[in-house]
C-alpha cells in the first residue's frame, strides 16, 4: 500500500529496502519486536529512529527486554529514513523539534533505578500499578514519559496507528494516554473503577488512575540469584539500571552477588523508619 507520494507503508517492505540480507521470516521477527515498542508504521519508525535518550528506539526495545539493534542496522534505517523524500523533516520541523528537545531535556528527572523510584515516578504521572515485575514497571514508565510528551495531534495519530480508530474531539489527552497503555500493558494495568472515573470527570479532574497494589520488596538470597543463568542475570542488572559496560567481563558469581546487594537496599528502604 503507497501513500500520495509513493510511500510503501508496508513496514516490512520498508526494513527491507534498508536491510536487503534480512529473510522474509527475520523481517517477521523484527515487526513484531518494533510492535511491542507501538512502532507499527514507516512513520512511527521515523520518528522512534529520532529519539533521543529514554526515547530512544534501543532504550525503549531495552525497556520491555528486547535485543537492541545493531549500530549497522539502525545506520541502514537512518539512511532509508534520509532517502525518503515524504519522510524529510524541513529545516523549520527540526529546528522545532530540537527547541522542544532542548526544553524537556531542561525539565526531565532521571529515571529511577528502583521499584520504589519507579512507583513514585508513575504516581507523578498519575498511574497507578499492579504487581508486576521490574522490567514491566520500567517499560511503562517510559512509554507514559513518552507519551505525556506528545502534543494533542501526535497522540490522535498514535491512537489511530496503534489502535485503528479515529479519537473523539471531546476525549482528553489523558483519556487517549491510558488508552495507549492499557494496549500497550494490558496485563500491568488494573481495571479502572468507573464510579471512581465518574466522579473524577464531573470534579474536573484527570480521569487517569489505576488501583494500586504496588509490589514489596524482597531481599533476594544467593542460592535463588545463582538459581538463573547467566543471561537472566544480566537482564535483572539492566531492568534495575545497574548495567555498565565494566559488567560485561563479570562472572555470574559477581552479578548474583551484586544483585542480591541492590536487592537488601531496596528491602531495608522498604521498611518503617523509626523515630527516636
Same mark, same amino acid.
Request: proline share 4%.
Given at each position: 500500500?503507497?501513500?500520495?507520494?509513493?510511500?510503501?507503508?508496508?513496514?516490512?517492505?520498508?526494513?527491507?529496502?534498508?536491510?536487503?540480507?534480512? !529473510?522474509?521470516?527475520?523481517?517477521?521477527?523484527?515487526?513484531? !519486536?518494533?510492535?511491542?515498542?507501538?512502532?507499527?508504521?514507516?512513520?512511527?519508525?521515523?520518528?522512534?529512529?529520532?529519539?533521543?535518550?529514554? /526515547?530512544?528506539?534501543?532504550?525503549?526495545?531495552?525497556?520491555?527486554? @528486547?535485543?537492541?539493534?545493531?549500530?549497522?542496522?539502525?545506520?541502514?534505517? *537512518?539512511?532509508?529514513?534520509?532517502? @525518503?523524500?515524504?519522510?524529510?523533516?524541513?529545516?523549520?520541523?527540526?529546528?522545532?523539534?530540537?527547541?522542544?528537545?532542548?526544553?524537556?531535556?531542561?525539565?526531565?528527572?532521571?529515571?529511577?533505578?528502583?521499584?520504589?523510584?519507579?512507583?513514585?515516578?508513575?504516581?507523578?504521572?498519575?498511574?497507578?500499578?499492579?504487581?508486576?515485575?521490574? /522490567?514491566?514497571?520500567?517499560?511503562?514508565?517510559?512509554?507514559?514519559?513518552?507519551?505525556?510528551?506528545?502534543?494533542?495531534?501526535?497522540?490522535?495519530?498514535?491512537?489511530?496507528?496503534?489502535?485503528?480508530?479515529? =479519537?473523539?474531539?471531546?476525549?482528553?489527552?489523558?483519556?487517549?494516554?491510558?488508552?495507549?497503555?492499557?494496549?500497550?500493558? =494490558?496485563?500491568?494495568?488494573?481495571?479502572?473503577?468507573?464510579?471512581?472515573?465518574? /466522579?473524577?470527570?464531573?470534579?474536573?479532574?484527570?480521569?487517569?488512575?489505576?488501583?494500586?497494589?504496588? =509490589?514489596?520488596?524482597?531481599?533476594?538470597?544467593?542460592?535463588?540469584?545463582?538459581?538463573?543463568?547467566?543471561?537472566?542475570? *544480566?537482564?535483572?542488572?539492566?531492568?534495575?539500571?545497574?548495567?555498565?559496560?565494566?559488567?560485561?567481563?563479570?562472572?555470574?558469581?559477581?552479578?548474583?552477588?551484586?544483585? !542480591?546487594?541492590?536487592?537488601?537496599?531496596?528491602?531495608?528502604?522498604?521498611?518503617?523508619?523509626?523515630?527516636?
Amino acid at each position: 500500500m503507497a501513500d500520495a507520494q509513493g510511500l510503501d507503508l508496508s513496514l516490512a517492505a520498508f526494513i527491507g529496502a534498508a536491510k536487503p540480507d534480512l !529473510k522474509p521470516t527475520q523481517l517477521v521477527v523484527v515487526e513484531e !519486536k518494533l510492535g511491542k515498542v507501538g512502532v507499527t508504521n514507516v512513520q512511527e519508525l521515523a520518528h522512534a529512529l529520532r529519539g533521543r535518550n529514554e /526515547r530512544s528506539l534501543n532504550n525503549r526495545l531495552r525497556a520491555v527486554g @528486547e535485543k537492541c539493534f545493531t549500530s549497522e542496522t539502525l545506520s541502514a534505517l *537512518r539512511q532509508r529514513v534520509r532517502e @525518503e523524500p515524504s519522510l524529510r523533516r524541513s529545516r523549520r520541523q527540526a529546528g522545532e523539534v530540537l527547541k522542544g528537545f532542548a526544553r524537556e531535556t531542561s525539565r526531565s528527572e532521571a529515571m529511577p533505578t528502583s521499584k520504589e523510584g519507579m512507583v513514585q515516578a508513575l504516581e507523578d504521572l498519575g498511574l497507578e500499578v499492579s504487581r508486576c515485575q521490574v /522490567r514491566e514497571m520500567r517499560a511503562l514508565l517510559l512509554e507514559a514519559r513518552r507519551l505525556s510528551a506528545l502534543q494533542r495531534p501526535d497522540l490522535a495519530a498514535e491512537v489511530r496507528g496503534r489502535l485503528g480508530r479515529n =479519537p473523539e474531539r471531546s476525549t482528553s489527552s489523558e483519556e487517549l494516554i491510558r488508552q495507549l497503555l492499557e494496549a500497550s500493558f =494490558p496485563d500491568t494495568l488494573e481495571p479502572r473503577n468507573t464510579a471512581d472515573f465518574e /466522579r473524577s470527570k464531573s470534579d474536573e479532574e484527570d480521569g487517569f488512575t489505576f488501583e494500586i497494589l504496588a =509490589p514489596t520488596p524482597e531481599a533476594l538470597s544467593l542460592s535463588t540469584l545463582t538459581a538463573h543463568s547467566e543471561e537472566e542475570l *544480566r537482564a535483572q542488572c539492566k531492568a534495575r539500571g545497574l548495567w555498565t559496560d565494566e559488567l560485561q567481563s563479570k562472572s555470574k558469581g559477581f552479578l548474583a552477588v551484586l544483585l !542480591k546487594m541492590e536487592s537488601r537496599r531496596e528491602y531495608l528502604q522498604s521498611l518503617p523508619q523509626v523515630q527516636d
